[in-house]
T-cell receptor, first 114, second 116 residues
Framework: EAQVTQNPRYLITVTGKKLTVTCSQNMNHEYMSWYRQDPGLGLRQIYYSMNVEVTDKGDVPEGYKVSRKEKRNFPLILESPSPNQTSLYFC?????????????FGDGTRLSIL | AQTVTQSQPEMSVQEAETVTLSCTYDTSESDYYLFWYKQPPSRQMILVIRQEAYKQQNATENRFSVNFQKAAKSFSLKISDSQLGDAAMYFCAYRRGGGSNYKLTFGKGTLLTVNP
């Protein structure tokens, strides 16, 4: 089954404790992206990657890091989480074979930073 | 920068009736794509329908259809024969064509309630 898998689904942690949210897709997609969803703001892009070792900032990259060492994985790293990073996070992937390819989303990760 | 506006924070509809969700967008691009995503309480983001800007014909997927007015930069979603399972947050999204980032720009969402 084609899917984007995020882990964990839920995490409660404390300020300053490094954490990583993993994202893996099994569709051989070149493009992957992270979004955060906040009430009243919709979804906003954090980082994206066009292929292995190619990453770039989205609209709200402050406080986040990403890496793309393998095509299937695109982890989101919070080196020193703060309460304003409490949010619902989505990973998405898409093929670049044609401009009209839809993005496939993971099921979301709810992060609470105390 | 592109913006997407959903002017209806909440809408409600009676089961079996029709409801229309509004979306307007602002862009200077001529090549772009528009999407409606559904987010039920399970939080999944589910693609409902998409429209290519170069196509004049409005997209249709079963009970879901769009009214795409390119000159007015309007992209409304019509849900016919509403069902209880249609209750969800609906997001309108824009993506420019080509380029090096397939970023989706989302509206703030419309919460749809379906009354039995």
């Amino acid at each position: 089954e084609a899917q984007v898998t995020q882990n964990p689904r839920y995490l409660i942690t404390v300020t300053g404790k490094k954490l990583t949210v993993t994202c893996s897709q099994n569709m051989n997609h070149e493009y992957m992206s992270w979004y955060r969803q906040d009430p009243g703001l919709g979804l906003r892009q954090i980082y994206y990657s066009m292929n292995v070792e190619v990453t770039d900032k989205g609209d709200v990259p402050e406080g986040y890091k990403v890496s793309r060492k393998e095509k299937r994985n695109f982890p989101l790293i919070l080196e020193s989480p703060s309460p304003n990073q409490t949010s619902l996070y989505f990973c998405a992937s898409s093929s670049l074979a044609g401009d009209n390819q839809p993005q496939h989303f993971g099921d979301g990760t709810r992060l609470s930073i105390l | 920068a592109q913006t997407v506006t959903q002017s209806q924070p909440e809408m409600s509809v009676q089961e079996a009736e029709t409801v229309t969700l509004s979306c307007t967008y602002d862009t200077s691009e001529s090549d772009y794509y528009l999407f409606w995503y559904k987010q039920p309480p399970s939080r999944q983001m589910i693609l409902v329908i998409r429209q290519e800007a170069y196509k004049q014909q409005n997209a249709t997927e079963n009970r879901f259809s769009v009214n795409f007015q390119k000159a007015a930069k309007s992209f409304s979603l019509k849900i016919s024969d509403s069902q209880l399972g249609d209750a969800a947050m609906y997001f309108c999204a824009y993506r420019r064509g080509g380029g090096s980032n397939y970023k989706l720009t989302f509206g703030k969402g419309t919460l749809l309630t379906v009354n039995p």
